[in-house]
């Protein structure tokens, strides 16, 4: 008889299994551009050098990104949601508040800034560099709709992931998606107007490998990159449903919140950028069946409520 898995096993697995996916990003990144090198040029040291080539400034403009992330990505992510912070002095508020202060006081995390999201749609999410500057975002209609108890677990569902670091996480995997797009995007105009001045054998050359370059780029944006974003997303939120359920000692209280949130999750602001999915308790978009049962970034609600039911807190 197998034994029943404890909330540390699910926290534990699903670390490890991010890590390894976390890894594959690059590797499979430099590898496409190799293989689609291997096409137009001579040998395989050839080949090897221009993927070396082009890797550093791609490194380069994704570290100059990436700064602009860590200093002004929560505030982007709060603006395009239309959300405005509360106080704990606000009366409207104050119960909402007080959850968020005691969740965190669980959890042995500082007390997040709290935002409301004028929105009837069920949803949540937690943005911000790390910990002591984080924020965690709640619709209207979350706070409405849920239980005391419910919305408790809601909030430690998105302390977890700023337990976890999964808002920084975030923020490195979509700067990253949107450094290959911009650099696909610069190489497309590059093979058009070197395709127009292109006069003589070397020029072709060159054409046939920035064509490539695009080629190898757009394969990763479009094919590899968002099965192994969908991939990572859905750990985390495995990760963070286990977690949230150790901070509140109350994981049916999580499995029922999610029962209602699948019910209503579509957010405004946040679905109309598809990098921008992963970060809230749901998708915030249409459902749609082919891509909920393979792109979607959240795995299927009815799994994660089974895990939190049969959750042994020890």
């Known amino acids: 008889m197998s034994s029943i898995k404890t909330v540390y096993d699910h926290i534990r697995q699903n670390n490890i299994k991010t890590i390894l996916l976390v890894l594959l990003f690059p590797l499979l990144f430099l590898g496409v551009i190799f293989l689609f090198m291997l096409i137009v040029m001579d040998t395989y040291t050839d080949a090897l050098a221009i993927t070396g080539t082009v890797a550093i400034p791609v490194l380069i403009i994704s570290a100059v990104w990436m700064l602009i992330s860590w200093a002004f990505g929560d505030s982007m992510i709060l603006n395009v949601a239309s959300a405005h912070e509360i106080s704990p002095d606000d009366k409207k508020y104050r119960e909402v508040f007080r959850s968020v202060e005691n969740v965190a006081l669980a959890a042995g995390l500082p007390t997040p800034r709290v935002y409301i999201i004028e929105d009837s749609s069920l949803n949540a999410f937690a943005t911000g560099r790390s910990p002591s500057d984080a924020s965690v975002a709640l619709t209207r209609g979350i706070i409405d709709k849920l239980d005391s108890a419910e919305l408790a677990g809601v909030i430690s569902h998105e302390m977890a992931h700023i337990g976890n670091r999964d808002i920084r996480l975030d923020m ?53 990159a968002p099965i192994l974003q969908m991939a990572i997303s859905r750990n985390r939120e495995y990760a963070a449903d286990s977690t949230g359920a150790l901070i509140t000692r109350n994981p049916t209280a999580l499995a029922s919140a999610l029962r209602k949130i699948s019910g209503n999750s579509t957010l405004a602001g946040i679905s109309k950028i598809k990098t921008m999915s992963s970060i809230c308790i749901a998708p915030p978009t249409h459902a749609r069946a082919f891509s909920d049962s393979l792109m979607a970034t959240h795995p299927p609600v009815q799994k994660r409520i089974e895990r939190l039911e049969s959750m042994s807190i020890k």
């Not at 290959?180 to 995007?185: G, H, N, Q």
């Not at 054998?201 to 490539?212: E, G, H, R, W």
Request: aromatic share 8%.
């Open 172 to 224: 490195l995997i979509i700067t990253g998606l949107g450094v290959t797009v911009f650099t696909a995007d610069l190489l497309l105009r590059g093979a058009i107007h070197s395709g127009h001045t292109s006069n003589n054998q070397d020029n072709n050359k060159t054409d046939a490998i920035i064509l490539l370059l695009w080629l190898a780029f757009s394969v990763f944006n479009l094919i590899i």
